[in-house]
């Protein structure tokens, strides 16, 4: 379980490059909302993700 919060936080930052990722004036101009949408969403829900696994991990420490 020790490898998941690192692909977590790699994923995070995976959706922020497909956020800023310049596509005008490629052929790939078309796909450039498509893009930003999916990085918004991976962005979100990895964060929170990630933040449950750490509130997770706080509480299971506090009460051993």
Do not use: E, N
């Not at 990630?50 to 997770?56: D, E, I, P, S």
């Amino acid at each position: 379980m020790d490898r998941f919060p690192f692909l977590y936080f790699i994923c995070v930052l995976v959706g922020f490059a497909l956020i800023q990722v310049p596509l005008g004036g490629t052929f790939l101009a078309g796909l450039d909302q498509v893009l930003h949408v999916i990085g918004v969403l991976a962005v979100i829900v990895f964060s929170i993700v990630l933040l449950y696994l750490g509130v997770l991990a706080l509480f299971q420490k506090r009460f051993r």
